[in-house]
């Protein structure tokens, strides 16, 4: 499956984003999804993840009660929204996806990466 990340750009603190991930060339549904993060020089980091159902989403303790992930299989579509960024938020975001039904908060499992967009939490 390809994948296309978009959605980023530059906000204010307390702002909102909504990320998309655009999926093709695979069957959708059968893929668990994820979002992770990367700064220059640091590893990528987990954000959130869901599974095939969108039934079940993991979050990272830092997006907790700020940010939502959600699906739509129909549209072959992926979110995140993010309420209340902080200037730590700033970074390059991926969505992943892998073949296996279940939430994964580490980055191994997901066979497939978008290119990243940017988001930039700034005054």
């Known amino acids: 499956v390809q994948l296309q990340a978009s959605g980023g750009g530059l906000v204010q603190p307390g702002g909102s984003l909504r990320l998309s991930c655009a999926a093709s060339g695979g069957t959708f549904d059968r893929y668990g999804m994820g979002w992770f993060r990367q700064t220059p020089g640091n590893e990528r980091e987990f954000v959130a993840a869901?599974?095939?159902?969108?039934?079940?989403?993991m979050y990272a303790e830092f997006v907790k009660g700020r940010s939502t992930i959600s699906r739509d299989n129909a549209k072959n579509m992926m979110y995140l929204q993010m309420n209340n960024l902080k200037p730590e938020d700033t970074a390059v975001y991926y969505c992943?996806?892998?073949?296996?039904?279940?939430?994964?908060?580490?980055?191994?499992?997901?066979?497939?990466w978008g290119q990243g967009t940017q988001v930039t939490v700034s005054s």
């Open positions: 992943a996806a892998k073949q296996t039904w279940s939430v994964v908060a580490i980055p191994e499992p997901y066979e497939n």
């Open positions: 869901i599974d095939w159902t969108g039934a079940r989403t």
